[in-house]
């Protein structure tokens, strides 16, 4: 791929805040608001949703999934790896065709059952990648999360599925 033809907002950082959590987590949060919320941002065409509840401090639970880390949803951290890219992730969704990304089907088995669900990839020469999830519900689509794979494996494992999902495509004709 060509990451020339790519062009992404500058990453939003705390020091930018003067390391002021509270003020920057705000303005994540305008951010999100202004690309999610106020002008929906679409998917192929589609108008992405979100899940707002459980509201989380006030915010909508896919801005929490796109800000915070961790298995138990009680416990989840702040991960500024994802709040610094938050402006990233509409123009990635929006563009994800005319920049040829890699998007694929995922299924995921979790407590609540089996889940439909779409990747795509934002794969970059000088910065980590970034992967955003959307969750395939029968009408629509949910924005679900969107994170930077912090370990090797993690994209290999990223890699493998795609590389499956190509198989499997090409077996039945479709490439």
């Known amino acids: 791929m060509d990451n020339n033809a790519i062009v992404l907002p500058d990453l939003l950082l705390l020091e930018d805040f003067g390391g002021n959590y509270p003020a920057y987590i705000e303005e994540i949060y305008k951010i999100f608001k202004r690309d999610f919320v106020s002008k929906k941002t679409k998917f192929r065409g589609e108008e992405l949703r979100l899940k707002w509840n459980p509201i989380y ?31 990233w992730a509409k123009p990635a969704i929006e563009n994800c065709d005319s ?54 494996h993690e994209k290999r494992k990223k890699q493998k599925e795609y590389e499956a999902w190509l198989e499997t495509q090409k077996s039945l004709g479709h490439t």
């Open 57 to 87: 401090q006030d915010k909508a639970y896919t801005f929490y999934h796109m800000t915070h880390e961790g298995k138990d949803e009680q416990n989840r951290l702040p991960d500024l790896r994802r709040c610094e890219r938050m402006p």
């Open 99 to 152: 920049w040829s990304l890699k998007i694929w089907p995922q299924v995921r088995t979790g407590k609540g059952g089996t889940r439909d669900r779409l990747c795509i990839w934002l794969e970059l020469v000088d910065e980590p990648d970034y992967m955003i999830i959307l969750d395939i519900r029968t009408d629509y689509k949910l924005l679900w999360t969107a994170f930077v794979p912090q370990y090797p």
